[in-house]
């Protein structure tokens, strides 16, 4: 098992090239690049061939479509586009299936031109005046000519955390969960808050907890939508729970043993995906005893 598992969605090989964005020419060029590939994304799902992501090459591309520009990867520009309305001779595959079967810097790639994409979708409108926005910087703003204002891509920060006392931890399942899985605690950080303060907000309301120290481990791009998932280890003071079952249907507390037979597919739970930041938690924090 390793120690420091690298966390899903991250290590993409495309190089984002800011400078490229900036500059309407060369945003022109890299489009028209005989190298350009393009990631195909219907109803934000992605097409697969061969067990990889599927790219078009730029004469596959309708002209008047939308094209998101992701960055540079081996010297080749690399766009997604949204081919929604269009046919093509394979059938997407949700994100869910295709994640399983890519590698994992081909799914840090489809997570961000996902997340993108769906910014784009939800921020059709200014939300000062109303007016339609138009997309600018090759995807990655959005401006208002009605008012001016400019609009750019965020993540919501959201906390993850394993709480912790005495050798186990804590997991929790939701209602929605597949039989017998469990998960770190999570919730967005609220306005006005710091992690540590989040982390000891969302144990205390979902479980009943207390937590006296916060400590980061790990963060994670994910990308339904769009968040900023922060991994976090917490201390507490001891094992009483009290679930939230507006947000829990159960917790319980388990021992790095059992963490290490449920990453291995045995024991008395289930895990995240490997995936899920969760995931990363619970076999970091296994790897620790």
Not at 8 to 36: E, Q, V, W, Y
Not at 72 to 80: K, L, S
Not at 163 to 170: C, D, P, T
Not at 232 to 256: H, K, N, P
Request: hydrophobic fraction near 40%; include cysteine.
């Amino acid at each position: 098992m390793s120690q420091n598992p690298k966390p899903g969605f991250t290590g993409s090989p495309i190089n984002r090239s800011d400078k490229i964005r900036m500059n309407a020419d060369a945003l022109a060029a890299a489009r028209a690049h005989p190298d350009a590939r393009f990631l195909p994304l219907m109803k934000l799902d992605p097409h697969l061939l061969d067990e990889r992501l599927l790219w078009l090459t730029p004469e596959q591309v309708p002209d008047e479509a939308d094209m998101l520009f992701l960055g540079i990867e081996q010297d080749a520009p690399r766009f997604a586009v949204d081919l929604s309305a269009s046919q093509l001779s394979t059938e997407p595959l949700t994100a869910h299936q295709a994640i399983a079967r890519i590698s994992a810097e081909e799914a840090a790639s489809y997570a961000g031109a996902r997340s993108l994409m769906d910014w784009h979708a939800r921020h059709r409108h200014c939300p000062a005046c109303g007016t339609a926005t138009e997309m600018r910087r090759g995807g990655w703003m959005r401006t208002c000519p009605g008012c001016g204002a400019e609009q750019f891509p965020r993540v919501d920060p959201v906390v993850i955390m394993l709480a912790e006392h005495e050798g186990q931890v804590l997991v929790g399942r939701q209602p929605r969960f597949p039989p017998q899985s469990y998960s770190a605690l999570a919730g967005f950080i609220e306005v006005g808050e710091s992690i540590e303060e989040a982390v000891a907000r969302e144990l205390h309301e979902e479980a009943g907890v207390t937590a006296t120290d916060v400590r980061y481990v790990v963060s994670q791009p994910w990308p339904f939508p769009s968040s900023l998932m922060i991994g976090c280890f917490a201390q507490v003071t001891g094992r009483d729970i009290v679930i939230d079952e507006d947000e829990l249907e159960a917790a319980m507390w388990v021992s790095r043993d059992e963490v290490r037979a449920a990453l291995n597919g045995d024991g008395r739970f289930r895990t995240a995906p490997p995936y899920a930041l969760a995931h990363t938690l619970l076999s970091r924090w296994a790897a620790e005893g």
